[in-house]
């Protein structure tokens, strides 16, 4: 059973950048057959994509946050990771990764970055 | 850029009710249009993809038609379970942006 976990910091201080690791389990994140995505979704919300990366290298990014966004993986970990530069308060949000071709299909539980001083 | 807007954006219904939600695209996007339910404090639950193939173990009670610019997602008969939020969300030329969503409330 495939499995996507988030990690990393709940609290992240403004103008500096969030980095978030999403670990796949029961999977090769190496597959091609497969993209994989960040969506979050601030309190009381709903969702965003921010961005997407295929077979290792491909990435496709919201373009609304597209200047401030790099998502990268690394297979040898089986992981794939988000980098969102310069955050202010309107980023605080539930981060979530997912897996998907023809719908998000796996979903890790999420995770809650707030940014604050 | 595609636009996704869905409506209502709320409403009330009661168990067994048949409930329809709409989505629109501002431009066509074929059939690559899917649908989510998301409960509080829950990661989002694949129902729909490419606008009417039921994602396996979903039960057969949810229903997604529509092509282009126009699709529906139906509750045949709500249950107690399906109380919860509905997005739809576009999976077009690489973008794969999401509706604001619906609440489905008690009556």
């Known amino acids: 059973q495939l499995q996507l976990q988030e990690s990393g910091p709940g609290l992240v201080k403004p103008s500096e950048t969030l980095s978030l690791t999403c670990t796949v389990s029961g999977g090769s994140i190496s597959s091609s057959s497969y993209y994989w995505g960040w969506i979050r979704q601030p309190p009381g919300k709903g969702l965003e994509w921010i961005g997407t990366i295929y077979y290792i290298k491909s990435t496709y990014y919201n373009p609304s946050l597209k200047s401030r966004v790099t998502i990268s993986v690394d297979t040898s970990k089986n992981q794939f990771s988000l980098k969102l530069s310069s955050v202010t308060a309107a980023d605080t949000a539930v981060y979530y990764c997912?897996?998907?071709?023809?719908?998000?299909?796996?979903w890790g539980q999420g995770t809650l970055v707030t940014v604050s001083s | 850029d595609i636009q996704m807007t869905q409506s209502p954006s709320s409403l009330s219904a009661s168990v067994g009710d048949r409930v329809t939600i709409t989505c629109r695209a501002s431009q066509s996007i074929s059939s690559y249009l899917n649908w989510y339910q998301q409960k509080s404090g829950k990661a989002p639950k694949l129902l729909i993809y490419a606008a009417s193939s039921l994602q396996s173990g979903v039960p057969s009670r949810f229903s997604g038609s529509g092509s282009g610019t126009d699709f529906t997602l139906t509750i045949s008969s709500l249950q107690p379970e399906d109380f919860a939020t509905y997005y739809c969300?576009?999976?077009?030329?690489?973008?794969?942006?999401f509706g604001q969503g619906t609440k489905v409330e008690v009556k």
């Open positions: 997912a897996r998907h071709y023809e719908g998000f299909d796996y």
């Open positions: 969300q576009r999976s077009y030329s690489t973008l794969w942006t």
